[in-house]
């Protein structure tokens, strides 16, 4: 897909330069596009700040016909307009929409939209018998996905789009999505035999951390603000609305130009401080995550968690609000165990605050549904167990959970990890891989890895409890290692396909969960690779 001679080359650069003032192609740019001209079905997973939007906004710029983007942004952007507005413009876009000579070339509508109004399907026939649907873009396509860390119930209607409008190219963009994801994605949206872009996610130019949380938590982060990145931009992100006020005014008491962010500000407050923040007369903000959607600040030099991320996809998209100019940015996060308890409660009692978007049944779907529930804890519990690991490369340990494969050494030293230099020693640790694979056929493959990892460990939990894994004879058999040994073991296994992390569907509601299944066939062929995994011993290297 990179050749220069598809018949749109020429207006393709010369649009990029003139319209969008580009004097080149991003990596991956010129190939999705090139991919989606050619009437393919593409998905593309692209970092933050790779430049997703010029993917689908400049073929529409040179194609006839006009482009459906489905975004949940939608509703974010335009929230206060479209609440006064709405029904008249709404007249005007589909009279537009029904003309000859209908000029409009970028359609944005939200999920909710495409699977609540026939009006709007009705209108997209019209154009798809007139030959003037385009392109469909499907924007954050991950939250298609149960598997995924923002499930939206819209997305999982924007399949009949694919039934409907057979010829017409679909392009799906996401930042965020695993294998599973991914696969969800493509199975939920349609799309067979589509073209699959897929960029690594790390991001070299971001440092990684993790500090203890303690009492005096904001007195750290002053300190490591003014040390390291005074008067620049950052974001604090913060669990809760209170956390967001009290940790904007303590900042400001420090000297800092801060502001907090929340979902319980009302439309011109909002718009007023991110306006602020755009011009730099703020340069810190204390937000939820109902911040950064949308925001394409390329300067922002840290991002801090103040709290535990519910999830390591989250997590990444977070940090990855930070240096999209590519220069060196800092991502901390404060981590204390209490704050696992806390925002496991916040989930269970449905009251946390979810990226903003689209205003679906969300919150409902989450709360009234266990098996949701333990997939937002097992999403947790990686967070926690990320956090708690205090030897491996945190770059690896993220990229793994995308699915890539990293050497550390090109961590260059740029996360907590890898500068303690701590020095690797070679253990065999068969007889243990032995065991957690016993574990995973004896409960009969339907747990999590976290719950694997409880039972081999010897915890007494709610769960283990509940299923009787405490009457195990292997309940406890891990005891004497360190956490991070166990499953450092246990991740070792998944990535080389011994243990598969599958996706568990419920009958009921068709959600989904992580459960460990074993290949045994390949166990013994691996054997001997297991000998040699290597368990980091802590200590001075
Ligand atoms: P994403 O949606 O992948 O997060 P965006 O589409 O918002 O990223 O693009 C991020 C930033 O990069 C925007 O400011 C955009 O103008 C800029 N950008 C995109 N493509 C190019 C390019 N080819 N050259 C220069 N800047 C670009
Ligand atoms: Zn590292």
Redesign the pocket.
Known sequence: WKRMDFPWTKKLEANNKKVFG?H???PS?REVINATMSGCDVFVL?P???????TYQLPALICPGVTLVVSPLVSLIQDQIMHLKQWTEQQEIFRELMSSVCTYKLLYVTPEKVAKSDVLLRHLDSLYSRELLARIVIDEAHCVSQWGHDFRPDYQGLGILKQKFPNTPVLALT?TATASVKEDVVQALGLENCVIFKQSFNRPNLSYSIMPKTKKCLDDMDKFIKENHFDECGIVYCLSRMDCEKVAEKLQEYGHKAAFYHGSMDPPQRAYVQNQWSKDEINIICATVAFGMGI?K?DVRFVIHHSLPKSIEGYHQECGRAG?DGLRSSCVLYYSYGDYIRVKHMLTQGVIEQTPLAYGSRRGAFTNNDRVLETNIENLLRMVSYCENDADCRRLLQLIHFGENFSPENCNKTCDNCLKMLHWIEKDVTDIAKQLIELVKSTGQKHSSAHILEVFRGSLNQNIKKYKHETLSLHGAGKHLAKGDASRIMRHLVVEDILVEDVKKSDLYGSVSSILKNLSAKLYASLRMLRTILVKEAGEG
Not at 48 to 54: F, M, N, V
């Open positions: 580009n080149s192609f991003r740019q692209m933050t700040g790779g430049g997703k939007s010029l930042a394409n390329p999209r």
